[in-house]
């Protein structure tokens, strides 16, 4: 078998499994990258992600994918927050406040498939990058040199692949964080969320790209996703008991959406799917040459758009850190610095900013709910604050952060 010491292997050609390959291309290391789907069926994938940061954006700059994502999405400087009943502005945030503290003063609707897509092609022509398409992993073990990743190839075949460390780019269900025994400690909603894509421009009632709607009953989130032909995306929680096939009957997501935006005549739906929202962040991220990125070690609610974010930040923090040892700049004791930069984040911006979100959004006591608005309401008309607001908001002062834990 060769030894491929200098190589590491990379599970998943999620979002965050293809940054990671690209920077440590660019970085001069070699990686193989093992993706389960094949070209037939890459572009085949549930929507998910949507929203793109401003740091994200600077570090998909830096990997030459923002000049291929920018004319397939939209750029939105602005987000709201609303209260559905007389769908009534609460506040709104401009992320030109952020103008001195990023290239990028907006975030970047654009959807996670066209960002697979186009670093995809990337990838591919890459050449410190083998690519595998088609191909399972399965299992792996490791030593003092290294790891030997077992897959499944397009042939049916099973096959060794060896490296000098693995990372797991998987996705919330990752084998290696199960089969390295790390606790995925957290929770799950009873409730389920339910997405709906309609065909409409909500702008012309006064939303922005992204709205934030709160109400005692039914909080919902409404974003602009694509166009033109413009295609919106709107979430509803439903009752842990709902029955998904009632749930998505035609006549029922009219109904909602008529309840939610009283147009008096029917939306053009033109998707919905239903789903399970997680907060958990894995026990460890790290065990010897194993390590987790991304979702295999931290999940949460869209709520804020930062699942895919914070893990597009995970892959730039452990590519340095990888290139560095495998250049002999570092010990391997970096990768521990990298677990306790990033766990902080997912712990501490991620999962409190997610689960404060929704609090905000569903609180039912109207004194409180009176004092949540008032507050966004003084926030987003006082520029020092609204600045502090969007950092956190959009995961700059995460990396901030970060960048001071040892
Ligand atoms: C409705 C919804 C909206 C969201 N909106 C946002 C948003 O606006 N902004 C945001 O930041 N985040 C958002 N998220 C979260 C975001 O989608 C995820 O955080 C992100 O996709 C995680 O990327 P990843 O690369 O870690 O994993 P994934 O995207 O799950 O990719 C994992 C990859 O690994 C492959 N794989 C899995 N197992 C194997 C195996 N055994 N062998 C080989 N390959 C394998 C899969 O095929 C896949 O390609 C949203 C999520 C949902 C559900």
């Known amino acids: 078998m060769p030894q491929f010491s200098d190589r590491i292997i990379v599970i998943g050609a999620g979002p ?43 570090m998909l700059d830096a990997i030459g994918l923002y000049e291929r994502l920018e004319p397939r999405g939209i750029v939105a400087p602005r987000f709201q927050y609303r209260e559905r009943q007389d769908n009534a502005l609460i506040a709104e945030f401009d992320h030109a406040h952020l103008k001195d503290d990023t290239r990028f003063p907006y975030v970047l609707q654009c959807e996670r498939i066209k960002i697979v897509e186009e670093a995809l092609k990337l990838a591919k022509a890459h050449p410190s990058i083998e690519l595998r ?38 996705g919330a269900r990752s084998i290696v964080r199960k089969d390295l025994d790390i606790a995925f400690e957290g929770f799950t909603y009873p409730d389920r969320t339910l997405n709906i894509e309609v065909a409409y421009d909500f702008r012309t009632h006064g939303f922005a790209e992204r709205n934030y709607i709160s109400d005692p009953d039914e909080w919902s989130n409404l974003f602009h996703w694509k166009g033109p032909p413009d295609r919106w995306r709107v979430h509803f929680p439903t009752e842990p008991e709902e029955d998904e096939a009632a749930l998505t009957r035609p006549d029922a997501l009219q109904a909602r959406l008529q309840r939610f935006l009283p147009t008096g005549s029917d939306f053009d739906i033109v998707g919905t799917n239903l789903y399970v929202v997680h907060q958990r962040v894995a026990q460890k991220f790290r065990k010897g040459r194993a ?39 570092a010990g391997d004791d970096v990768l521990d610095r990298y677990e306790r930069q990033r766990r902080h984040v997912a712990v ?28 966004l309401r003084r926030t987003a008309e006082d520029p020092k604050r609204a600045r502090a607001f969007l950092l956190r908001s959009s995961l700059i002062e995460s990396l901030r952060e970060a960048e001071a834990i040892q």
């Open 291 to 329: 390590i987790l990125a991304g979702d295999s070690a931290h999940v949460n609610s869209p709520i804020g758009a930062m699942g895919m974010n914070s893990g597009i930040h995970d892959a730039f923090n452990l590519a340095e850190k990888l290139a560095a040892i495998l250049r002999k700049e």
């Open 16 to 58: 965050v499994g293809l940054c990671l390959s690209l920077k440590l291309a660019q970085e001069g290391v070699a990686v193989c990258l093992i993706e389960a789907l094949g070209d037939d069926n890459f572009l085949e994938q549930v929507p998910r992600a949507g929203t793109n940061h401003p740091a994200t954006l600077e």
């Open 133 to 170: 398409l088609a191909t399972t992993f399965t299992s792996f073990t490791q030593d003092a040199d290294g790891v030997t990743a077992q897959v499944t190839n397009p042939a049916g075949e099973d096959e060794a692949i060896r490296g000098a460390y693995l990372v797991s780019g998987e």
């Open 348 to 375: 501490q911006h991620t999962q409190a900013q997610t689960i404060r979100n929704k609090r905000l959004l569903a609180e039912k006591d109207p004194a409180v709910r009176k004092k949540n608005h008032e507050e």
